[in-house]
DNA sequence: CCTGGATGCGCAAACGATTGCACAAAAATA
DNA sequence: TATTTTTGTGCAATCGTTTGCGCATCCAGG
């Protein structure tokens, strides 16, 4: 029953008493073959379900039209959602798309990147794993000539293209609006300084202080605070303050969600007491209450963006190629928590 | 500078004066090359970062150990749960991922189908889009010789393995502990009834009131609600009625936030006048206030299963296959919101 | 009738690896 | 010393395509 072979082009010559290469051409509506033959082959190919072989495809064409993203975790929101953006491009332009998920450990990151140099993938994008320090991986990996895209958590000295969003002004916009509404005394939860967004988001914090003339104190500027766990205990040092920051600028939803929970176990009100923003604008943020105040960073748009810039790598790539950055703007959503 | 080219096993040849079948073999550790001999070829091999081709290899071995992963959408959280599941077993016994998005278009699944029996994977793991109602495709597929693996949304009558859980068993473990509680008069929010999951949901609704001989009322069974937006207006209707029910068991998460949104909207209670349970158990059930009761499906666990499965058919299928369907036991969440 | 250019198709090499087989040289046996 | 066995390599086919080139056949122009 069924035709559970797979045929090769060379079962269609023989056939049809011809050869290979003229199957192969007919079927790429050569010139050179006549109509007829044409017509011939590709009946046949219709009637047996023919397809090329993908993998001598690949072998004999360079390339498997596949690229490789890299990223810490599939079941992330923000992660989940580039992914989906660049599917959506890749699968436009005819690419296949290959995960790799790091779990944010480095041995992994570097044990997936070496068997991508291989040659599974025409090119990748990438974010790197939080405790991501040298470049030497990548750096083989771009030695052997393979495109590479960082998105959102990049090595900032590394000659290759970049989609980001402007960590730096997202929190200028966000600590400005705490200003806005009156609060003078800012907490900050800030997150690994050697990761690039986690530093401009702390820069932008210090800033933007300054340029209200407002003191910076290191006493309010809580490190490495970006799970949920490590709000809620940075909140409760918070609360037991003599002098209490009226509001808090957090580096990431869910250190921003830990602190609110604790926040109101301890009978503080967000955002009468104490105001909250957050970063990231993960979907929870509209459904808790008050809702999370935070700075959405175009997820679907970034993944969009950076299989563009990858594809358009692979295919036009000139013997001068330049790096492009796209820098997104984030964009921020005030709700409740900070009003 | 550096090394841009990729090395073939026949530069390394030519460099020591040899052939590439030797290479080959020295590399393998293959006994029949002497000692002395793949030492030379090992470090002249690591000395240039030497990596088998991945294409070449692929159609040599038949095989470019790739499992493909058909799913609606990445960016929804129990998707992404199951994808990191199997990419977790997957990468464990050596094997890529390929990620395919139908985005619920019965068309694109389609194209995708079409696409994968080029032979770019060595089996499917899938879950079909909402609109799926005939098995054409994936008779097609299947008619390669390909192994193909459901999870969760399944065509029932296909003849391959399948990881589902307990859909009636959940619905039974919700509804009766919403008759525990107290509630006498329970509404239903049901999906649509042409996909397996849906359907046994509903069915474990009416079989368990049933059970307690508790009247089942079609005017409080809603159709097609799984949305935010569609429960919030079943909610209203429900508002509306003269006998208004004390709960509501909904077949999703998300429809049932809807709900307990729009009720908040018209001053009713939850608990307190009416209990809600989901299904699905989203991450942002403990979030809400009231937390959200709700089933958990156990996806990194259904991706595990599903990969285990699918490894298992594509490395030692024999003639005698038979197709295996595993079933997981959902967990019942009880929160505030059916308390 | 002869020459020259289309026209239509086949041969064989290539992509980069693996592997069955053959074949030298060295070692072991007679 | 002659013969067999072992040891180490090389040749060439193979996986399924694509593609440069060559070679017939045919038709038209001179």
Redesign the pocket.
């Known amino acids: 029953m069924g035709s559970k072979k797979?045929?090769?082009?060379?079962d269609l010559a023989r056939e049809l008493?011809?050869?290979?290469?003229?199957v192969?051409?007919a079927?790429?509506d050569n010139?050179?073959?006549?109509?007829?033959?044409r017509k011939t082959v590709k009946d046949l190919a219709d009637k047996l379900n023919?397809?090329?072989?993908f993998?001598?495809?690949s072998?004999?064409?360079?390339s498997g039209r596949t690229i490789g993203v890299l990223i810490p975790q599939v079941d992330r929101h923000f992660f989940a959602t580039v992914l989906s953006g660049i599917d959506e491009v890749a699968t436009a332009a005819n690419y296949n798309v290959l995960i790799c998920q790091s779990m944010e450990s480095v041995e992994k990151e570097n044990a997936l990147i070496r068997s991508l140099i291989s040659g599974k993938v025409d090119g990748l994008i990438a974010s790197i794993s939080i405790g991501t320090k040298d470049a030497a991986s990548f750096k083989m990996f771009l030695e052997k000539g393979i495109p590479l895209v960082f998105f959102d958590r990049v090595i900032e000295d590394l000659r290759v293209s970049k989609v980001l969003i402007d960590d730096y002004m997202g929190a200028v916009l966000a600590v400005e609006q705490l200003i806005n509404r009156g609060s003078k005394h800012i907490a900050h939860f800030a997150g690994p300084q050697h990761i690039n967004i986690y530093q401009n988001r702390t820069r932008g914090y210090i800033d933007t202080l300054k340029n209200h003339s407002l003191p910076i104190d290191e006493e309010i500027i809580f490190y490495n605070v970006i799970t949920r766990e490590t709000g809620c205990q940075a909140m409760n040092k918070i609360i037991e303050m003599r002098n209490r920051p009226d509001a808090i600028f957090s580096s990431g939803d869910y250190s921003a969600l830990g602190a609110m929970i604790c926040a109101r176990e301890s009978g503080l009100e967000v955002p009468g007491d104490i105001a909250v923003t957050g970063f990231a604008n993960e979907p929870f943020g509209t459904l808790i209450d008050p809702a999370l105040t935070s700075l959405d960073q175009h997820g679907l748009e970034m993944g969009r963006q950076a299989a563009d810039l990858l594809i358009e790598e692979i295919e036009h790539t000139g013997p001068n190629f330049v790096p492009r950055t796209v820098v997104l703007n984030p964009e921020l959503h005030i709700r409740k928590s900070s009003r």
Chains 1, 2 share one sequence.
Request: charged fraction near 25%; hydrophobic fraction near 25%.
């Open positions: 797979r045929y090769t082009i060379h008493n011809t050869t290979p290469s003229t192969s051409r079927l790429q010139p050179r073959i006549s109509v007829k033959m023919y397809q090329p072989d993998k001598a495809l072998l004999r064409k360079g």
